[in-house]
């Protein structure tokens, strides 16, 4: 099927509804290019409002984040570009946690050289969300560049207000650390 020609209020809502989770897809954080915000869980949900309107429903990380309003920015530009209109639903409960960021996420920020939040966490994305929360006390922060364990916390704010600055103890590299919320 070819929807290229035809005008979105033609389409199916079922076809606007995945249009739009395609469009999504591409929207990375602005602080970290290498995962999306679906990944990272702030894209809970693509529903059809009351009013047949399509929905996007983001939960913030955390209240006063600065990054959050780009964030709503770039969805709607994203929106935009794909021609697909959709109204943004901010949804605060439940409160948005690091365990909602995907394993593939965690393995993309460690890649890129930021330690993801320790613990355990299995997550799925959106709709299918298991939880396996371990004491966070107890986890040891790992090097994303050697995997040492042996680390520790310079200053408890990195490049970002949700990231620690830590250095590793055997590589001496210093990371960031995506803090546990
Ligand atoms: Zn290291």
């Not at 006063?64 to 639903?89: I, S, T």
């Not at 965690?106 to 299995?122: M, N, Q, T, V, W």
């Amino acid at each position: 099927m070819d929807h290229v020609h035809v005008g979105v209020a033609d389409m199916p809502m079922a076809a606007r509804l995945k249009a739009i989770w395609n469009a999504l897809d591409q929207v990375t954080d602005p602080e970290i290019p290498v995962v999306t915000l679906r990944e990272l869980g702030i894209l809970r949900a693509v529903q059809l409002g009351d009013d047949g309107v399509p929905e996007v429903v983001i939960t913030p990380t955390y209240s006063g984040c600065p990054a959050m309003e780009q964030m709503a920015d770039d969805v709607r530009a994203a929106l935009a570009q794909a021609g697909q209109p959709a109204r943004l639903v901010t949804q605060l409960s439940p409160a948005w946690t690091t365990d909602w960021i995907t394993p593939a996420a965690r393995d993309k920020l460690k890649a890129f050289g930021i330690a993801p939040p320790a613990g355990s966490a299995h997550v799925n994305l959106p709709g299918t969300i298991q939880f396996s929360r371990r004491s966070r006390q107890n986890d040891a922060v790992a090097c994303p560049q050697c995997g040492s364990d042996q680390t520790t916390e310079i200053s408890p704010f990195g490049s970002t207000a949700c990231k620690a600055q830590y250095r590793c103890l055997a590589c001496m590299e210093p990371f960031d650390y995506f803090k546990p919320y």
